[in-house]
């Protein structure tokens, strides 16, 4: 096969290029640059960290003979992930922009580009399973679920699976390491990303101010009965569930329970106001092709590192979902993934659009 390996310059992407070099590919390693030092609040007399990451991967690539290119998507980055990000946050969410690089640019731009080169497979290192069954393709969760992202793939669909591979799926993070080991790669032992990429301070507030030029009104924290309990710093410093950095004096321990954008407000209020059992999802994406006719019983994780939890899924005829867990659920935020699971199978998911009460 002739595949474009995405190298992000991390150990992970550097291992499945060699995989599959290895196994006889004809591979062409690429590295997406997505954003320039003003996207991400770095002083244009520093090194963005994206140059050094160019740099690693150019080193694999040069390592196992592979041709290498940079593709500059970051107008593209900007337009569909980096304003996304921040419009809702303005709206009282909280996104994870990883869906979205994956949905936009990973399995959107690098397929157009992989089909002007030629090739019949885009690889990334992901650590997640594509498999086939009865017909159709599969996503399965990786075999070292400690390291699985199958999570934020959700909105793949059967098309881009047919051309997709995933050579760390079967994998742990310690045999990927070895492998780069013995191969002498820059990047071997390389630390993984915490953070989001654009956002390396963590400063998200900053961020918006520079996206939009608008700067984040200060307004009301309240409680549920809409007392008045003292004032914010804009709702884009709030997400659901937290409670360190208030700023308030208060006789217990209270937490982000709600977020209104049009009044401007944040709701807080104790530990068991936080949970709910029922929530909306818009957008779904149903890997299969196929919108269930009926109610799926299955498993739902509500955020990247929460282990999936019994919940019976109702779609609903414009793109949305019905969910309702067994079991109240701490936390539900509106912006992030629900993503559905059938054992080691992922069904779907979509973006959680609301807690019903």
């Not at 101010?209 to 608008?214: A, C, I, K, P, V």
């Not at 410093?237 to 308030?248: K, S, V």
Request: with cysteine; proline share 4%.
């Amino acid at each position: 096969m002739k595949i474009l390996v995405a190298m992000s310059g991390g150990v992970d992407s550097s291992v499945a290029a060699k995989l599959l070099r290895d196994a006889g590919n004809e591979c062409i390693g690429c590295t997406m640059r997505l954003y320039d030092n003003c996207d991400a609040g770095i002083s244009k007399a520093h090194t963005c960290c994206s140059l050094s990451d160019v740099e690693d991967a150019r080193s694999v690539a040069f390592s196992l003979g592979m041709r290498y290119y940079v593709f500059n998507f970051t107008d593209d980055f900007r337009e569909k992930v980096i304003k996304k990000f921040a419009a809702c946050y303005l709206n009282g969410q909280t996104p994870n922009p990883c869906i979205d690089c994956n949905r936009y640019m990973k399995f959107d731009k690098l397929f157009e580009r992989a089909r002007v080169l030629g090739c019949d497979h885009i690889a990334a290192g992901h650590y997640a399973r594509i498999e086939k069954s009865d017909g159709r393709f599969v996503l399965k969760k990786a075999l070292d679920e400690t390291k699985d992202q199958s999570y934020v793939l959700y909105s793949m669909t059967q098309k881009q699976l047919a051309h997709t591979l995933f050579p760390l799926g079967a994998l742990t993070k310690a045999q990927a390491r070895s492998v780069a080991d013995a191969a002498g790669f820059i990047n071997a032992q390389k630390p993984d990303s915490q953070d989001i990429c654009f956002v390396p301070d963590g400063d998200y507030a900053a961020l918006i101010r520079r996206q939009t030029g608008r700067e984040l009104p200060s307004g009301d924290f309240i409680d549920r009965s809409g007392n008045v309990l003292g004032q914010h710093r804009g709702i884009a410093n709030y997400t659901i569930g937290q409670h360190r950095g208030l700023g308030l004096s208060l006789p217990e321990r209270r937490y982000v329970c709600a977020i209104d954008a049009s009044r401007n407000t944040v709701t807080i209020g104790t530990e068991a106001e936080l949970y709910g059992s029922r929530l909306t999802v818009r957008d779904c994406n149903w890997i299969s092709g196929c919108t269930p006719d009926n109610s799926v019983r299955c498993k739902v994780k509500i955020r990247y590192r929460q282990p999936e939890q019994t919940a019976v899924v109702t779609p609903m005829p414009d793109g949305r979902a019905l969910i309702e867990f067994d079991t109240p659920q701490r936390a539900i935020t509106p912006g992030q993934a629900a993503v559905f699971y059938d054992g080691d199978i992922v069904l779907g998911g979509g973006v959680i659009e609301a807690q019903i009460t």
